[in-house]
């Protein structure tokens, strides 16, 4: 069984940072790629990045590209994202899951995640 907490969510200011820490349970955990979704009040689950098991390989939605950087520490079992120039409508639920599909073709869609963390929410003010 795996468990993920995030971590570090809050309330910014637009143009604003954050940083996400997602941490994984478990010895294996260089094993996987992991994502990071989102999900804001009355819409669906949207990708926002992935990231390979050895974090050489990286893969963003169109919307964060530029402002979000996916990074892993495998030697602390933690994934993160740092969060720049934020915008009113990054305000969501972020989520970070992982996933058993190594090819990054994969990683935009929700369903290919095995393991999902509970979430933390990201309020950005205008």
């Known amino acids: 069984q795996v468990q993920l907490v995030e971590s570090g969510g809050g309330l910014v200011q637009a143009g604003g940072s954050l940083r996400l820490s997602c941490a994984a349970s478990?010895?294996?955990?260089?094993?996987?790629?992991m994502g990071w979704f989102r999900q804001a009040p009355g819409k669906e689950r949207e990708f926002v990045a992935a990231i390979s098991g050895s974090g050489d390989s990286t893969y963003y939605a169109d919307s964060v590209k530029g402002r979000f950087t996916i990074s892993r520490d495998n030697a602390k079992n933690t994934m993160y994202l740092q969060m720049n120039s934020l915008k009113p409508e990054d305000t969501a639920v972020y989520y970070c899951a992982r996933t058993v599909y190594g090819s990054s073709y994969y990683w935009a869609a929700a369903r290919k995640y095995d393991y999902w963390g509970q979430g933390t929410q990201v309020t950005v003010s205008s």
């Open positions: 478990g010895r294996t955990f260089s094993s996987y790629a």
